[in-house]
Each structure stands twice: as C-alpha cells, then as structure tokens.
C-alpha cells in the first residue's frame, strides 16, 4: 500500500536544503527542475522548490515533537495536506 504524504512544500520555499537534511525517513528531495509537476492530494504543484515524496513522508508520527521538516524550516513554508 502507498502511503500517503501528510505535508506538502509550499511556494515560499527557499530551497535552503535544511529540511531535506532533517528529515528522518528521506523524504525531501531538492527541485526537481523546470516543467515538471508534483502530484499532491491537495492539487498539482511546481516543481521550481524542494517537495516531499508522496510514498515516503511519514509526518514524523513516530518522532517525538513532530515533524522535523516543520521545525527546521526557517520560511515556515511546510503545511499538512487538508
Ligand atoms: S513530516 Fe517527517 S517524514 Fe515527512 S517530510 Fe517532514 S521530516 Fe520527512
Ligand atoms: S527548510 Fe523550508 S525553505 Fe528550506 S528547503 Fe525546506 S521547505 Fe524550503
């Protein structure tokens, strides 16, 4: 079964790495150049900033204090899929 992202990259992201590095299960991957597209639950976003993988982000539901993406972000541009 493919799991479902629980957050999603928005367009203030900066691609500043800072997640992709604090992310326990290796799911923030840097932009994935011009033209492509990322399919989300919440619609289709640019991939002109750092995304996180549909089947792999767990939302940190086994690490303690939450989503480390959410926490390191200085652009506070990572928010849950509705
Ligand atoms: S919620 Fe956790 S698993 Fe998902 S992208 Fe953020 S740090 Fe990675
Ligand atoms: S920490 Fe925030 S600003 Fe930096 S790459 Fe991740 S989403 Fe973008």
């Not at 957050?7 to 203030?12: A, R």
């Not at 604090?22 to 995304?51: F, M, Q, W």
């Not at 086994?62 to 480390?68: A, C, H, K, M």
């Amino acid at each position: 079964m493919v799991k479902t992202a629980a957050l999603y990259i928005t367009g203030d992201c900066i691609n500043c790495d800072a997640c992709r590095e604090e992310c326990p299960a290796g799911a923030v991957y840097p932009a994935a150049g011009t033209g492509k597209t990322i399919n989300l639950k919440a619609g289709t976003l640019p991939a002109d900033h750092y995304y996180i993988a549909a089947d792999k982000c767990t939302g940190c539901e086994d690490v303690q204090g939450g989503p480390q993406c959410i926490g390191i972000c200085p652009m506070d541009c990572i928010e849950y899929i509705d």
